[in-house]
């Protein structure tokens, strides 16, 4: 008898325990929002700020705003060559100067497909810059892929933020740098 009661109460637990898994299982199924990376925003403030700074300003803060791209794309944002003719500027008079291009992508398509597309993103700014009359042994350029990401999210906003090209003015030699 004793056994039977004990069968009786490891059933009753048993379908307790399965009804709380269950429970579990239909709050997982409830679909949640995603959160917003906040690193998005940040970004997007920092670079704004940075864009507003004059060639002088530039030049003492070595602070330069990054350049998004399109998905695919190359080709220089249109919005990117007066960013480009300031650096031009204070790359000429300021010889010691020496600028970093570093090309980045976001996650979509394979590994070697993005470090030609970021190193491609890198050297179309750099041959701008040339262009305009900087030395072109002032200029190094590096490809990072997708590697280097600024943030995890996902979203159409979050790998636009990782489609850029991120610049590095230095005063520092080569030889330090490299």
Not at 31 to 42: E, K, L, M, N
Not at 76 to 104: C, F, Q, R, T, W
Request: glycine content about 4%.
């Amino acid at each position: 008898m004793k056994l039977l009661k004990f069968g009786w109460l490891a059933v009753a637990l048993l379908c307790l325990a399965a009804c709380a898994s269950n429970q579990s299982n239909e709050d997982a199924n409830i679909p949640r929002t995603p959160q917003r990376d906040p690193i998005i925003d940040q970004e997007a403030k920092k670079n704004a700020k940075l864009f507003k700074q004059t060639e002088q300003e530039m030049a003492e803060s070595l602070q330069v705003p990054d350049i998004t791209y399109q998905f695919d794309s190359i080709r220089p944002p249109d919005y990117s060559y007066e960013l480009l003719d300031k650096l031009a500027n204070i790359l000429k008079s300021h010889p010691s100067m020496k600028l970093v291009i570093e090309g980045n992508t976001d996650i979509v398509g394979d590994r070697d497909y993005n470090y030609w597309l970021g190193a491609s993103r890198a050297a179309a700014m750099k041959s701008y810059l040339v262009s305009r009359g900087v030395l072109a042994d002032r200029i190094r350029i590096h490809s990072y892929g997708f590697d280097r990401p600024l943030t995890l999210d996902t979203s159409e906003e979050g790998r636009w933020t990782n489609r850029r090209v991120h610049f590095v003015l230095t005063k520092r030699n080569w030889e330090s740098v490299y």
